[in-house]
C-alpha cells in the first residue's frame, strides 16, 4: 500500500465524527503490512483517529503508542485524550506521571487540557490539582482551554466555589466555551439562578448555551421555563440541535400539553430540521404521553428506522393508555424481530399486564426477564407486579415476591398490598402490614390513612382515631395534589379548593352546576372514599373542590363545545372524582382525559376506558 493512500485514510478519519474501532484496527494492519509499524508520524495519526472514535479501548491505545521508539508529544496527547474517553481515565495520569520522568518531555497545553478531562472522568480533583501545580509552574495558567477544563473539573468533583473563583480570577481568559461550561456546571449542580445569571450576562450565545440553559431548567425540573426558554430561542431564529429538540419534547411529555408539543413539532417541520431516530422517538413519545395514542402509533408506523427505545416509548405509551393486548403483541413482534428487550421493555409489557389484569402473561413475562434475559429486576418492574398479583386478591403471592426482594423494598410496594388488604377484605393481614410500613417510611402522610381505613373496615375506630392522630404528631410529608388544564395557549394549574384563578367566580357556579346537573343524572357522591390514597387532598372536606373537578369545571368554560377536556394530575385520581367524570362526559355530552400519577382514563359517554380497573 502506498503512502499516498495511507495519508487519504488518515485525512478521512481527521474529517468523520466518529471513525469506527474496525474501521481504525484495518488501518493499522494495513500499516503493519506496508511497513510503517512504529512510524513516528502514523502512529500519531492513528492515535488521533482512535481519541476521534466512540470505542477507545485503553489497552489497544497503548500498545500503539509502545511500538514507536520515540513517539511525538501530538501522539501522547492523544493518548491521553484515549484515555480521558476510555474505561480507566486514571491511567491518563499515571501516563503523566511516566512522561515526566523522560527529560525530553515537554507537556504543551493540549496536554493539560486533556488531563483535566481524564480527571474530570474519575472526578479525580488530588490528581487535577497535583497537575495544576505543574500548569502554573509551566506557565500555562492563562491558557484558556486549560482553564475551561480545569473549571470543569472543579464543577465534576462539586466544588462550585473553586470553578467560581477560577472564573471570576481572569476575565481576560475566558470564551463562548468558559461561559457554556458555567451555565453547565451549575446546572448539574442545582443551582438554577446562577445558570440564569451567567447566561444573561454572557456577551455571546450559541447553541450550545440555549442547550445548557434548557437542560439545566429540566434536569431541576423547571419544565415551564425549559419551553419558555425553547420559544425565545425560536424567535431569535436559531436552530435548535437534537439534543434540545429532544429535551423540550419530554417536557411536553413530562407536563402532558399537547398544544406546545404540536408546536415544537411544526417547528421542526418548518425548519426543516434532519428527523432523526432520536427526535421521531420523542415524537411518539410525546404523542402518547399527552393523550394522543392514535397519532403516536401513526408516527411510530411511519419511521423509516426504529431503535429500542423507539420500540419502548410506544409499548409504554399502549399500555398506559390501557390497550394491554396491542402492547403485548407489539412486544412479541419486536421479539421476532430479533431485538433484544432491556429493562425498560419489560416495564411497558409488565405494566400493561398489571393495568388488564393479565396474571399469567405477567407471570410469563417476568420469568422471560430475568431468566431467558438475565434482567435483574428493578423496583418499577416489582412495582408492576405487585399491583398485578395484589388486584387478582393474590396478596400472598405479592407479599412472598416483596420478601424474595435482593434489595430494600420500595415502601410503595407495601402501600399496593396494604391496599389489596383492604379491597379483599383481609383485615389480619392488613394490619401487619401496616404496621410495617409506618415503620418503614414514618413519614408518609398516606400509610396512616390507609392503616386507618383497614381499622375502619374492622370497626376498630378507637384505632382509627389513634393512626388518625400519629399523623399530627409527626412531620409527615404530604404531596399536594394538583391538575392542569391547557386552554388558550396558557397552563393553569388548580390545587384543591383553589380560589387564586382570575375565573374563580364562575368556576366555582359551574362546578354548582354541574354537580346539580350530575345529580339529576343518578350520580350519588360516595362521602367515605375508600377507595385510593387521596394524600392532601383527602383533608379537603369537600370532595366537590378536588383539583380535577375544578379543571374541569374551568374546561367546560372555556373549552369549546365538541372539543376533548384533557387534564393532568399529579396524584391518582380518586373513586369518587372518577365517577362523577364518567356522568359528566354523559350528560354534558363531552369527552374528557385525564392522565393521572398514573395512567390515561378517557372518559366518554358515561363509560371510562380503564373499565373501573386501575
Ligand atoms: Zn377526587
Ligand atoms: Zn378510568
Avoid at 176 to 182: A, E, P, R, S, Y
Wanted: contains cysteine; glycine residues 6%; hydrophobic residues 40%.
Amino acid at each position: 500500500m502506498s503512502i499516498a493512500i495511507l495519508k487519504t485514510i488518515f485525512h478521512y478519519f481527521s474529517l468523520t465524527a466518529n471513525p469506527s474501532l474496525h474501521q481504525i484496527k484495518q488501518t493499522h494492519a494495513r500499516l503493519i503490512t506496508a511497513g510503517y509499524d512504529g512510524d513516528t508520524h502514523f502512529t500519531g495519526q492513528l492515535l488521533a483517529a482512535l481519541a476521534q472514535s466512540q470505542s477507545t479501548p485503553f489497552r489497544y491505545s497503548l500498545s500503539i503508542l509502545n511500538s514507536t521508539q520515540n513517539p511525538s508529544l501530538f501522539a501522547i496527547n492523544n493518548l491521553i485524550r484515549c484515555c480521558a474517553k476510555s474505561e480507566s481515565p486514571h491511567e491518563a495520569f499515571s501516563l503523566y506521571s511516566s512522561m515526566c520522568k523522560k527529560p525530553q518531555f515537554r507537556p504543551n497545553n493540549y496536554t493539560f487540557s486533556f488531563l483535566f478531562q481524564a480527571c474530570s472522568k474519575f472526578t479525580g480533583l488530588t490528581e487535577g490539582n497535583q497537575i495544576q501545580t505543574h500548569v502554573i509552574k509551566l506557565g500555562f495558567f492563562d491558557n484558556v482551554y486549560i482553564r475551561n477544563a480545569l473549571i470543569h473539573l472543579y464543577f465534576t468533583s462539586h466544588d462550585t466555589k473553586c470553578a467560581k473563583d477560577l472564573f471570576d480570577e481572569c476575565p481576560s481568559s475566558r470564551d463562548l466555551v468558559t461561559w457554556n461550561v458555567m451555565i453547565a456546571g451549575y446546572a448539574k449542580a442545582g443551582k438554577i439562578n446562577d445558570v440564569e445569571k451567567v447566561f444573561d450576562e454572557m456577551p455571546e450565545r450559541d447553541v450550545i448555551s440555549w442547550s445548557s440553559l434548557i437542560t439545566g431548567y429540566m434536569q431541576n425540573g423547571y419544565l415551564e421555563q425549559a419551553l419558555d426558554s425553547f420559544k425565545r430561542m425560536i424567535d431569535l431564529q436559531l436552530s435548535p440541535n437534537e439534543a434540545i429538540l429532544v429535551t423540550v419534547l419530554s417536557a411536553c411529555a413530562q407536563l402532558g400539553l399537547i398544544e406546545n408539543g404540536r408546536q415544537i413539532h411544526s417547528t421542526i417541520n418548518s425548519l426543516n430540521c434532519q428527523m432523526t431516530v432520536h427526535i421521531q422517538t420523542s415524537l411518539v413519545d410525546m404523542y402518547a404521553k399527552c393523550g394522543y395514542i392514535n397519532k403516536a402509533r401513526d408516527l411510530f408506523n411511519e419511521m423509516p428506522i426504529k431503535d429500542l427505545s423507539s420500540w419502548n416509548v410506544m409499548i409504554c405509551g399502549l399500555a398506559i393508555h390501557g390497550l394491554a393486548m396491542e402492547a403485548i403483541e407489539l412486544f412479541e413482534k419486536l421479539l421476532i424481530k430479533g431485538l433484544n428487550p432491556d429493562n425498560v421493555t419489560f416495564i411497558g409489557v409488565l405494566n400493561a399486564c398489571s393495568r388488564a389484569g393479565l396474571v399469567n402473561k405477567g407471570r410469563h413475562y417476568f420469568k422471560l426477564m430475568t431468566e431467558k434475559y438475565k434482567i435483574t429486576p428493578e423496583m418499577e418492574h416489582y412495582g408492576c407486579m405487585v399491583d398485578l398479583l395484589s388486584r387478582a386478591g393474590l396478596v400472598l403471592d405479592a407479599i412472598e415476591l416483596v420478601e424474595k426482594m435482593s434489595t430494600p423494598p420500595d415502601p410503595v410496594l407495601w402501600v399496593t398490598i396494604l391496599g389489596a388488604c383492604r379491597t379483599h377484605g383481609l383485615i389480619q393481614l392488613g394490619e401487619e402490614t401496616g404496621k410495617k410500613l409506618i415503620q418503614l417510611d414514618p413519614n408518609h402522610h398516606g400509610n396512616y390513612i390507609q392503616l386507618s381505613k383497614i381499622y375502619a373496615k374492622s370497626y376498630k375506630w378507637e384505632d382509627v382515631v389513634k393512626t388518625r392522630g400519629m399523623t399530627n404528631d409527626r412531620n409527615c410529608k404530604k404531596i399536594p395534589g394538583w391538575s392542569l388544564i391547557e386552554a388558550h395557549g396558557k397552563i393553569h394549574q388548580f390545587v384543591a379548593g383553589d380560589r387564586k384563578h382570575d375565573m374563580s367566580l364562575e368556576i366555582y357556579k359551574m362546578v354548582d352546576r354541574v354537580n346539580i346537573r350530575v345529580l339529576e343524572a343518578g350520580y350519588s357522591p360516595d362521602l367515605l372514599p375508600i377507595l385510593h390514597d387521596l394524600e392532601e387532598e383527602e383533608k379537603v372536606n369537600a370532595i366537590k373542590e378536588h383539583s380535577e373537578r375544578l379543571a374541569i369545571a374551568f374546561g367546560l368554560l372555556v373549552i369549546e363545545g365538541g372539543e376533548c377536556i384533557r387534564i393532568v394530575k399529579n396524584l391518582r385520581i380518586c373513586g369518587d372524582c372518577h365517577e362523577m367524570t364518567k356522568v359528566v362526559s354523559k350528560v354534558f355530552e363531552r369527552e374528557i382525559v385525564v392522565r393521572d400519577g398514573s395512567r390515561f382514563h378517557h372518559f366518554k359517554g358515561g363509560e371510562c376506558s380503564c373499565q373501573d380497573y386501575w
